[in-house]
T-cell receptor
């Protein structure tokens, strides 16, 4: 039972353009969402997060949008740079849980072409 | 470098064997998490410890066990290994065990069961 889904295994964009990575979830108890980025041979690193009381959070070139009614979030990277090429994981946590347990999606591999 | 260390980097063993994966959290972090990433899958939460005590449990198999020691390092023990246990095992740590605290991931241990 995949509670967090990233339906696009890969995405390729041109340098300077916008990258949009999508994530869907099924558990209505999720109220905190995160994006992690992973380079080969390294562990994931935290990128940006959003609480369900917001619908948008921005940090430099990265913006996360949350649509609670659709149970959908997206990560926008503008402008995309070759160094952004990595695997991006969406993750979620439940409000009822006072732990750090995160539920991850399968990941989307982003390739930014120079 | 996240500050989280995991040993060994690679481990090759046979079915039916038992292995121990080790994790040293970042200095000052009290909570440790274990995740499993199988081929083409997202990270699956296994278990979380906080200051030596189990804090949260995911879909961890009965053949797997973990503990956090007084010096805060953690070990994940995998026994009666099966081919399907081949995966990347990540350890992460955070200062405190709640979901708003950023988790810092180690580079992972790649386990291959032959």
């Amino acid at each position: 039972d995949q509670q967090v889904k990233q339906n696009s295994p890969s995405l390729s964009v041109q340098e300077g353009r916008i990258s949009i990575l999508n994530c869907d979830y099924t558990n209505s108890m999720f109220d905190y969402f995160l994006w992690y980025k992973k380079y080969p041979a390294e562990g994931p690193t935290f990128l940006i997060s959003i609480s369900s009381i917001k619908d948008k959070n921005e940090d430099g070139r990265f913006t996360v949008f949350l649509n609670k009614s659709a149970k959908h979030l997206s990560l926008h990277i503008v402008p995309s740079q070759p160094g952004d090429s990595a695997v991006y994981f969406c993750a979620a946590s439940e409000g009822s849980s006072n732990t750090g347990k995160l539920i991850f999606g399968q990941g989307t591999t982003l390739q930014v072409k120079p | 470098d996240s500050g989280v260390t995991q040993t060994p980097k690679h481990l090759i063993t046979a079915t039916g064997q038992r292995v121990t994966l080790r994790c040293s959290p970042r200095s000052g972090d009290l909570s440790v998490y274990w995740y499993q990433q199988s081929l083409d899958q997202g990270l699956q939460f296994l278990i979380q410890y906080y200051n030596g005590e189990e804090r949260a449990k995911g879909n961890i198999l009965e053949r797997f066990s973990a503990q956090q020691f007084p010096d805060l390092h953690s070990e994940l023990n995998l026994s009666s290994l099966e081919l399907g246990d081949s995966a990347l095992y990540f350890c992460a740590s955070s200062v405190v065990p709640t979901r708003y605290n950023e988790q810092f991931f180690g580079p992972g241990t790649r386990l291959t069961v032959l």
